[in-house]
């Protein structure tokens, strides 16, 4: 049995566990713009550490990039093409099959048959699938090491690119990198914004697409804070929901079972 057929067999047992253990929380490093580490933050596992859906991750990609289509392309059928009104050659005689318009499909110039027409290609997909895929993403990233938090990309008030992928490049030296900023961090976007191989995004705007196909993650401190916070919010309040539930009161089920014997 070859390296590759083994590996592949064992895959599905690896997502049994991963499914069955427990979210655990990890520790990374808090990078200083100059090198070094400035201190350390926790990485909920509600977030950074829950099973993989890959079908899941997969509606949610296919539904958002149909989305950013534009379903503008139209093209014309026979009834919409200007002209053809006469009819081009008498009707029998001639030896050629019988046509009424030159703009029928089969003339050059004539109409199209079933050609595309503008339409919208938005697919439904609720919040909750958004946010599970995008955990789930994040979670692959943050199992690979992946993930990364800054203090902050420039020292001082004034924006340099030069310094900014400077300390970049000592975080995550790969092809495409995904940093995200609070959108008041004007010296962070400023300093990064005209990179081609970084792409910055808002703590709001983090998205599952974008997560996958940027080899890193990158977050400054502040970024991290209020996407934790948001991202824990809705599974928060589920949980004071659950817990609000009026419980049975002691003997409902015995008195039902009595009331099932008496019928």
Known sequence: MSAVT????????AADDERSAPPQTRTVVVHAPAGGEAGSVDLPGEIFDVALNVPLIHQVV??????????THSTRTRGEVRGGGRKPYRQKGTGRARQGSLRAPQFTGGGVVHGPKPRSYDQR????????????????RARNDRVHIVSSFVSGDTPSTKAALTALRTIADVRRVLVVVDHADEL????????????????????TYDVLVSDDVVFTRDALATFVERALA??????????????????????AAAEEEAK
Do not use: C, F, Y
Not at 6 to 12: Q, T, V
């Open 62 to 71: 296919v539904a958002q990039l149909a989305a950013a289509r534009q379903g």
């Open 125 to 140: 997909t609720p919040k909750k699938m958004k946010a599970a895929a995008l955990r789930g993403a994040l979670s692959d």
């Open 234 to 255: 809705p599974i928060s309040r589920g949980a004071r929901t659950a817990s609000d539930e009026p419980a049975a009161p002691a003997g409902a089920d015995e008195d």
């Open 188 to 207: 962070t976007w400023k300093s990064l914004r005209n990179i081609p191989s970084v792409h910055l995004l808002d703590p709001g705007q983090l998205n």
């Open 6 to 13: 083994a590996s592949a067999r064992r895959r599905p047992l």
